[in-house]
């Protein structure tokens, strides 16, 4: 497999070593706490210690890196979704110093609850912990804060259910992100962030928002109005959206050039903002009946749980209950420390090992029945939503923006000769990955914004890519080479991503297909295809205006051969070629490409141009139409090794030429030289007519609600 991209080796990504030592907070017993004796009672019960340990079910995974303790056990099979618990609202009141025995807890309390409370005033604390007897609800008629320098542990409930009107924040103030040590299934005091264990239930329950829609009309500098294509639901003045780049790839920071503004009125699909737009966002038209305005995200929510823009915090569930989170703002997550590299003679940062965004680790079936709703991660320092060998999670009109690492994610394999862990039954539904970096960019190798990784039953609908950053074989959607996860996927769009849209470096031994999907001004190719030997199927895609151009073909078929299939590829001036081949690594079945139209090509529709230190190409090209000159439909690079195979028929016509190299002594069917040589031969099948695509896109995030009981 591939090590090294451009003469770069690519660095361990997500690799942090143990640091420093564990400092405890100092337990302070209070109220209808009982203090634990010792350090060692309060390390195993931060820990979890004090709880059941869980044994491995029939589909436990092999010892994890991220830790030796055992996840939760597993059915082998999907389990119906429970109905959410129910949330006390009627506990003792959190400002009623009697319920603490004469003292609310402060600033440096470590409180251990083990009743039913009910936060009804803004507090700060050192530490807490929720005992699996004990619940915190934050009270829904008012605005709150919680802050807490130490870690949040809920072994209970803890419910932020605010009504519209009302906000309810956790805080983690004052984190030093150089503390960290990173790890797997156990609380870690020095990792300060939110952790679900044991029994623990989550609910994070805002007010309904949309979470995204386009713009109708383009939006140039100076604009204060958006007019969205749908009225959106729940947006509040004062509300944070960030609009999306949608500008050429040819255009200066084409992809970066995103404006945050803030919401002054809305009226319907009207949208009035406090101040102008600085860049322009013109709205596209790609062909297959689809014309795309910019994104317009929503990223704020009555619901929030965030460190600090100097120390991030995360969050991090190993509990067996599913969890609620529904619009919710995670914001400053995902701690960094220093790395032993450096760029450019300064020191540069990686993510700390499991501490993410939202983060669900090594779940197994325990997980099924989880809805992820309306979420937005922004500003994290590493990944935003990791289900990690934890099935069955449905990400419904969720955002990731501005964000490092790879953004939808779960963990790698230790080396490229190591199989991904699979996650089951992932949902991505109308999710978008908006503006993921990586640092320093140059070494941003196949950063993505969705990994679609290992595992089965997993599928990829209605969801966006764009602003993705990074270097060569970085792309808005990833099928990674340690993985072959066979997923549903359809109804896709990666746009204005500084690479690819999407990057398939993949041996696969299973058949895969893409279909209705849309990739438009990118700064790479629409498709780049690899590694050696697979099967894909590309069905009813546009591939519009991207500057490498529409498809690079690597990798040639395994068992039945990969087929482009009724694609519709417009270069739109910005490309030479609308289709090349690269290097093939491995002799294997030919690619097709049948039925599409290309145009919009500078030089040529395609291009062979496989390198002399690989295989031939072996290719056949039928049935398409070419909007240039005739003569252009193809070009063989006199660099490329003799063809395996390249066989040609044009739309409409019955003839079938083999091509070879010959350097312009051949005839092309309309009578214009080629530089090849021309024969007849026999196609694996008769003619067929073109077979453009007609996109059926939405322009708006999916419909999404609260939690419905309790």
């Known amino acids: 497999m591939e090590q090294q991209r451009n003469g770069e080796q690519q660095p361990g990504r997500h690799r942090r070593p143990l640091v420093g030592r564990r400092r405890m907070l100092t337990w302070l017993a209070v109220g209808t706490v009982t203090a634990l004796g010792g350090g060692v009672a309060l390390r195993q019960s931060l820990a979890g210690a004090d709880e059941p340990a869980a044994r491995p079910g029939p589909g436990t ?82 605005s709150l804060t919680l802050a807490s320098t130490g870690n949040v542990e809920v072994r209970g409930t803890l419910a932020l259910a605010p009504d519209g009107a009302h906000t309810h924040t956790l805080r983690f103030p004052g984190i030093d992100e150089r503390r960290f040590a990173g790890g797997g299934m156990t609380v870690v005091d020095t990792d300060t962030g939110l952790w679900v264990t044991g029994q623990g239930y989550l609910r994070l329950d805002g007010a309904p928002r949309t979470a995204w829609t386009r713009a109708a009309t383009a939006l140039g500098p100076g604009d204060t109005v958006i007019e969205l294509a749908a009225a959106p639901a729940g947006w509040q003045p004062g509300d944070e959206l960030a609009v999306t780049p949608t500008a050429p790839p040819d255009t200066e920071d084409f992809s970066t050039s995103y404006d945050l503004v803030t919401v002054k009125r809305v009226d319907g699909a009207t949208v009035t ?49 599913p969890a609620d989170v529904r619009h919710a703002a995670l914001r400053w997550l995902g701690p960094r420390g220093n790395g032993k590299d450096s760029w450019n003679g300064k020191p540069v940062t990686e993510p700390v090992l499991g501490r993410y965004g939202l983060h669900f680790h090594m779940l197994l079936d325990t997980s099924r029945g989880t809805v992820v ?253 070419f909007g240039g000159p005739n003569g252009t439909e193809l070009w063989l690079d006199p660099e490329a090794p003799e063809p395996e195979r390249i066989l040609f028929r044009r739309a409409g016509q019955a003839q079938t030429l083999s091509l070879g190299k010959g350097g312009g002594s051949g005839q092309g069917l309309a009578g214009s030289p080629w530089n090849a040589t021309t024969a007849p031969a026999e196609a694996p099948g008769p003619p067929r007519a073109v077979a453009l695509p007609a996109l059926a896109f939405t322009d708006s995030a999916p419909r999404t609600g609260r939690v419905t009981a309790g």
């Open 61 to 142: 995974p092999p010892a994890h890196r991220h830790g030796t303790s055992a996840p939760p056990p597993a059915s082998g099979s999907p389990q119906p979704a429970a109905p959410p618990p129910p949330v006390d609202q009627n506990g003792r009141r959190w400002s009623d110093a009697k319920g603490w025995g004469g003292k609310v807890p402060g600033p440096g309390s470590a409180v251990r609850i083990t009743d039913k409370v009910v936060l009804d005033a803004d507090a700060q604390v050192g530490s807490l912990l929720v005992e699996g007897t004990g619940s915190l609800v934050f009270a829904a008629d008012r």
């Open 273 to 321: 903002l406090t101040g102008p737009l600085r860049h322009a966002h013109p709205r596209v038209a790609i062909g297959g009946g689809a014309t795309f305005g910019a994104e317009v995200l929503n990223l704020s929510r009555n619901v929030r749980v965030e460190g600090t823009e100097n120390g991030r915090a995360h969050v991090h569930l190993t509990s067996s209950r």
């Open 373 to 625: 709703e309306g979420v937005v991660v922004r500003d994290a320092g590493s990944h935003a939503f990791v289900p990690h060998a934890s099935h069955g999670i449905t990400f419904r009109g969720c955002i990731s923006h501005d964000t490092w690492e790879d953004a939808y994610w779960w963990d790698g394999p230790i080396d490229t000769r190591t199989p991904q862990g699979p996650s089951d039954d992932i949902a991505y539904e109308g999710c978008v990955a908006s503006r993921t970096v990586y640092e320093p960019n140059p070494r941003g190798y196949r950063l993505t914004g969705f990994s679609l990784g290992a595992g089965t039953g997993s599928s990829a609908r209605d969801c966006v890519a764009v602003g993705v950053q990074g270097a060569t074989g970085a792309s808005g959607y990833e099928w990674p080479e340690t993985s072959e996860g066979v997923w549903t996927f359809e109804r896709c769009l990666a746009h204005n991503n500084l690479e690819n849209g999407v990057f398939v470096w993949l041996n696969a031994e299973h058949h895969h297909t893409v279909t209705q999907y849309a990739a438009y001004h990118n700064g790479g190719w629409g498709i780049e295809h690899g590694a050696y030997l697979n099967d894909f199927d590309y069905t009813a895609s546009v591939l519009y205006g991207n500057a490498a151009g529409g498809i690079a073909v690597h990798a040639l078929g395994r068992d039945q051969g990969t087929v482009f299939d009724g694609l519709l590829i417009d270069a739109a001036g910005q490309s030479d070629y609308a289709v090349s081949t690269l290097k093939h690594q491995l002799d294997g079945e030919p690619v097709t490409l049948s039925r599409s139209r290309l145009t919009g090509y500078r030089k040529a529709g395609v291009a062979f141009r496989a390198t002399d230190d690989g295989e031939p190409d072996d290719v056949a090209v039928l049935d398409c139409e």
